[in-house]
């Protein structure tokens, strides 16, 4: 069954290399850490929802609102799949549905958006204030929307199709469908936030550490399905 129906537009992915064991805390039992070319990632992300309906039903106020958050990429029987240390959002009915019936890390926040289109550039920027103070990510890209490459980083980054979420020592897994989206290459990124405050110590190196990538996907309809548990 679906439990919602949404277009995710304009993804940024801005992407780190990390060491396994600082993930390894996180991951919700039953599920391992998944690898490109031997690398561990997490993403920062940040995208608009739009367009939002839960079980069929537009939901006044909430249709059309942004979100950022810091993943990393899993496998449960084969499945490729995401885990989230952390999604901001500004809705506070998204954040207690997500977390009472997802068991998801939601927090709500202050946020804003910007994009801007010149001759020859597409600028977005996702923007949100954590203890009293505005962080952002943003990026500047080609205008044309290209296939992403079979085996690339940014087909690694971009493809897992599920969700893991752990719930005293359950595991549960939800799909979300969506085809395979285009994506503009960035010519220039910025990132101005504090990692400690927003995700805690284990991830404060980042503020210090180079992207492997940026990418910006063009996005699609999306469909979220009913969660399942995997483990317990």
Not at 19 to 32: A, F, N, R, S, V
Not at 151 to 178: A, D, R
Not at 183 to 192: E, L, P, R
Request: proline share 3%; net charge neutral; aromatic share 16%.
């Amino acid at each position: 069954m679906t439990f919602l129906n949404a277009y995710w537009r304009n993804l940024l992915f801005i992407n780190y290399e990390v060491d396994p064991k600082i993930l390894e805390p996180y991951l919700p039992k039953g599920t391992e850490l998944d690898f490109y070319n031997g690398k561990c990632y997490v993403s920062m992300v940040g995208f608009m929802f739009m367009d939002v309906k839960v079980l069929g039903i537009k939901l006044y106020n909430h249709i059309n609102f942004e979100e950022v958050n810091l993943r990393f990429y899993v496998k449960h029987n084969n499945k490729r799949g995401v885990v989230f240390i952390q999604e901001i959002v500004p809705k506070p009915l998204i954040t207690l549905v997500a977390n009472s019936l997802y068991h998801e890390h939601y927090t709500t926040s202050n946020m804003d958006h910007v994009w801007k289109e010149t001759h020859d550039s597409l600028f977005f920027e996702y923007r949100w204030q954590v203890n009293n103070k505005w962080q952002s990510i943003a990026a500047t890209t080609e205008k044309e929307a290209v296939p992403i490459l079979e085996n690339s980083e940014e087909q690694f980054i971009m493809e897992h199709y599920f969700g893991y979420t752990g719930h005293k020592n359950k595991t549960f897994q939800y799909e979300v469908l969506h085809p395979s989206w285009l994506h503009y290459k960035v010519k220039d990124f910025n990132s101005a936030m504090d990692f400690e405050a927003n995700y805690g110590t284990d991830f404060e190196h980042l503020k210090y550490a180079k992207p492997t990538s940026v990418i910006l996907a063009k996005g699609a309809e999306v469909s979220i399905k009913n969660k399942l548990t995997v483990h317990k």
